[in-house]
C-alpha cells in the first residue's frame, strides 16, 4: 500500500509537471539496484523487524544507518577511515548492542531480538542506497529519481505481498483504521520523501540529513503514550551512544 499508492500519486505529480526527463539506458541498472536496496529489501525488513520489536528500537537502530553509510563509503569509494570515524562505529555498535541484548518485556514486541535485527539488516541495505543512488541524483531531477526507484520498488516486492494483500478484511476496518492508514501512506511516505527531497535540495543534503536525528524524540514520545512501551534507562543509555556514534563517524578534522 504505500510502495504503490505512493508511485501513484508520484506519477500524478508527473502530469502535472511533465518534464522532459529521458532516463539514460547506462542507469537502468542503478536504478534497479536503488530500488532492490532503498525500497524493496529496506521496506520488507523494516515492516516485518517493526511488527516484532519496540518502536523506540527500531527508530534508534536506524540512526546507525549514517554511520554505516561512512564505512560503506571507505569500502566503495575508498574513503579515508579517521579515528574519529573508528570510534563512531564503535560506539554506534556499543548502543546496538545495548538495545538489542536488554531483556526487556515491557512494551508489545513479540520477538524482539529477531525484529532488532531485521531492523539492522533493513538499515545496512538503506545504506547502499544511499551510496547508489548518489550518482543519480547528480544526473537527474530528484523527483525523478524518486519516481523511478518507487515505481520498479513496487514491481519488485508486489510478488512478496499479494496474497496477503489479497486477504484484508477491508469490510472490518473502522474508519479510524482507514484514517491512520491514509496518514502512514499519505504523510508517512509520499510526503515524507517529497519533504525530504525538497530539504535536501533547499538546505543540502548535510543539514536535511541531521533532521533524522529528531526521529527518536518523536517515536518515544508516541510510543510512550499510544503503545505502552517505557523509556528504560537502557533505551535511554544505547541513545547516547548511538547519537555519539554518529557524531563522531561525521565529524571532520585535519588531526583525525
Known amino acids: 500500500m504505500r510502495v504503490g499508492i505512493s508511485s501513484i500519486l508520484l506519477w500524478t505529480l508527473f502530469l502535472f509537471n511533465k518534464e522532459k526527463t529521458k532516463i539514460k539506458t547506462k542507469d537502468l541498472g542503478r536504478f534497479f539496484l536503488c530500488a532492490l536496496t532503498g525500497i ?4 520488507l525488513l523494516f515492516i516485518k523487524g517493526l511488527s516484532l520489536t519496540y518502536s523506540i528500537h527500531a527508530s534508534l537502530l536506524m540512526l546507525t544507518t549514517p554511520i554505516l553509510i561512512t564505512f560503506i563509503a571507505a569500502w566503495i569509494l575508498k574513503e579515508r577511515l579517521t579515528n574519529y570515524k573508528i570510534a563512531g562505529l564503535t560506539m554506534g555498535i556499543i548502543g546496538a548492542v545495548v538495545l538489542i541484548t ?13 525484529g532488532d535485527v531485521l531492523i539492522i539488516l533493513n538499515a545496512i541495505s538503506y545504506t547502499f ?3 547508489l543512488v548518489k ?13 523511478m526507484i518507487f515505481t520498479i520498488g513496487f514491481m ?3 510478488p512478496f505481498c499479494w496474497n496477503e494483500f489479497r486477504e484484508i478484511p477491508w469490510k472490518d476496518y473502522s474508519a479510524t483504521s482507514y484514517m491512520l492508514l491514509v496518514l502512514i501512506i499519505f504523510g508517512g511516505t509520499f510526503l515524507a520523501y517529497i519533504f525530504n527531497v525538497y530539504g535536501i535540495k533547499i538546505l543540502g543534503a548535510s543539514m536535511a540529513g541531521t533532521y533524522i ?6 517515536a518515544a514520545t508516541i510510543a510512550v503514550i499510544f503503545s505502552g512501551e517505557t523509556l528504560a534507562l537502557y533505551k535511554v543509555i544505547a541513545a547516547l551512544f548511538i547519537f555519539a ?7 571532520t578534522t585535519s588531526n583525525a
Open 156 to 158: 519488485l516486492i508486489l
Open 102 to 114: 536488554a531483556r526487556d518485556v515491557t512494551g508489545n514486541g513479540s520477538e524482539v531480538l529477531y
Open 213 to 218: 536525528y529528531s526521529q527518536p524524540v518523536f
Open 129 to 131: 542506497y544511499f551510496i
Open 135 to 147: 550518482p543519480l541524483m547528480k544526473e537527474y531531477e530528484p523527483i525523478v529519481v524518486i519516481r
Open 245 to 251: 556514534g554518529v557524531y563522531l563517524a561525521n565529524k
Open 40 to 43: 524493496a529489501i529496506n521496506q
